[in-house]
């Protein structure tokens, strides 16, 4: 069974950075593309960075320039570097294969909560 745990959120001042993390277990991390994605209340969840099995990557327009995705593939870790954060990049943020399918469980996700 998959199983993914998301940890790194809490409350940061605009301009502020985090890095996020999700450990999997279950599955075959290394020949996954991996993502990690958010929601906000009544919208539907995006796709914020996605990386492929050899290290290269896609960001959304919104966040080019200021996230980092990386991998651990030893560790079945995937990471979020998230710096010079906005009040809009608050969210609950998740992590998964990339792209998710229909049929995909989902960890509890991170709180990022980003405010003065």
């Known amino acids: 069974q998959v199983q993914l745990v998301e940890s790194g959120g809490g409350l940061v001042q605009p301009g502020g950075s985090l890095r996020l993390s999700c450990a999997a277990s279950g599955l075959l991390f290394r020949i996954f593309p991996m993502g990690w994605y958010r929601q906000v209340p009544g919208k539907q969840r995006e796709l914020v960075a996605g990386?492929?099995?050899?290290?290269?990557?896609n960001y959304a327009d919104s966040v080019k320039g200021r996230f980092t995705i990386s991998r651990d593939n030893a560790k079945n870790t995937v990471y979020l570097q998230m710096n010079t954060l906005k009040p809009e990049d608050t969210a609950v943020y998740y992590c998964?294969?990339?792209?998710?399918?229909?049929?995909?469980?989902w960890g509890q996700g991170t709180q990022v909560t980003v405010s003065s």
């Open positions: 998964n294969r990339w792209p998710a399918s229909t049929g995909d469980s």
């Open positions: 990386i492929q099995r050899d290290g290269s990557t």
